[in-house]
C-alpha cells in the first residue's frame, strides 16, 4: 500500500464513523479529495487507490494536471475562487463548481460552457458564518442567487458549499454547519432540487456528515501538509 491509498483508506474509515454516529448510511456522503498543489502522480496514486472525484482552487494549476490526467475517468472539481477572467478555463475544463456566488459569475460560465459537455454542475458558496473577508452569498441573498442559477441553461445547480471558520469544539462547528443545512431544506421548500450539501475538510469533516454533508472536501489528510510555492 501506498502512503496516499492508506491515508485514504483512514479517511474512509472516519467517514464511516461518522455516518453510522449520525444514524446515515455510508453511500450518504461522498469524498471530494481536494489535489491542490500536488502533482499529478499523487492524483494518479489516489486514483489507483480508488478516488476518482478531484478538487482544485487554482485553475492554471488544475487545468495542466485535467491535461496531463485525460486519460483517466476522472471528475473535477473546482473549489477556488472564481474570477471572471478564469470563467472560461473552468467552463471548459471542470465539472463542478463549488464557489459560485454571484449571478454574473454564473452567467458567465453558463454562456462558456461548451455544448458538447453536460452541464456544469454548480454549488452555490454560502458564507454561513458571516467571515469578514470570506466569499460567499449571505444567507438571507440566497434563495434570489439560487432561483437565477437554477434558470440558465448550461448549468445544473446542485446544492451549496460552506467554509467555516474552524471551531474549536465539535458542537460549535455543528452548529454553523446546520445553518448551511437548515438553507438548503428552505431552498427545496421554495421549490428547488438541491441534493449537494459540499461542507468538511481535514479538520471538520466528523461535525459537517453530523450535519447532513453529503460531500467532503479533504486535501491533508489524504495527500499531506502542503507546501506552496514562495
Ligand atoms: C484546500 C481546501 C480544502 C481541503 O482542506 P484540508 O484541510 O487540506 O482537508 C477543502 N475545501 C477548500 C475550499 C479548500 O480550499
Known amino acids: 500500500m501506498?502512503?496516499?491509498s492508506t491515508q485514504l483508506s483512514a479517511v474512509h474509515e472516519r467517514m464511516h464513523a461518522a455516518c453510522r454516529a449520525a444514524g446515515r448510511p455510508p453511500e450518504a456522503v461522498a469524498l471530494l479529495a481536494v489535489s491542490k498543489t500536488f502533482g499529478a502522480d499523487a492524483v494518479q496514486a489516489a486514483f489507483e487507490a480508488g478516488q476518482t472525484a478531484f478538487g482544485e482552487n487554482y485553475i492554471q494549476e488544475a487545468v495542466e494536471k485535467i491535461s496531463a490526467l485525460k486519460h483517466l475517468p476522472l471528475v473535477w472539481h473546482c473549489i477556488g475562487p472564481l474570477q471572471s477572467n478564469k470563467t472560461r478555463l473552468v467552463a471548459e475544463h471542470f465539472d463542478w463548481v463549488h464557489t459560485v456566488d454571484r449571478l454574473k459569475i454564473a452567467q458567465r460560465l453558463s454562456?462558456?460552457?461548451p455544448v458538447g459537455l453536460r452541464p456544469l454542475q454548480v454549488c452555490i458558496q454560502v458564507n454561513v458564518d458571516a467571515g469578514p473577508t470570506k466569499a460567499g452569498v449571505p444567507p438571507d441573498q440566497a434563495l434570489v442567487l439560487a432561483q437565477a442559477v437554477a434558470g440558465l441553461p448550461r448549468l445544473q445547480l446542485r446544492g451549496l458549499m460552506c467554509i467555516p471558520e474552524p471551531a474549536?469544539?465539535?458542537?460549535?462547528?455543528c452548529q454553523v454547519f446546520e445553518r448551511a443545512r437548515a438553507l438548503l431544506t428552505d431552498l427545496n421548500a421554495q421549490g428547488l432540487k438541491l441534493d449537494t450539501?459540499?461542507?468538511?475538510?481535514?479538520?471538520d469533516l466528523e461535525a459537517a456528515i453530523a450535519?447532513?454533508?453529503?460531500?467532503?472536501?479533504?486535501?491533508?489528510?489524504i495527500f499531506g501538509t502542503r507546501h506552496y510555492p514562495a
Do not use: C, Y
Request: charge should be positive.
Open 2 to 4: 501506498t502512503k496516499i
Open 111 to 113: 454562456e462558456q460552457r
Open 168 to 173: 474549536s469544539d465539535h458542537a460549535t462547528a
Open 197 to 203: 450539501l459540499s461542507m468538511g475538510m481535514s479538520a
Open 211 to 221: 450535519s447532513g454533508s453529503t460531500l467532503v472536501r479533504v486535501g491533508s489528510a
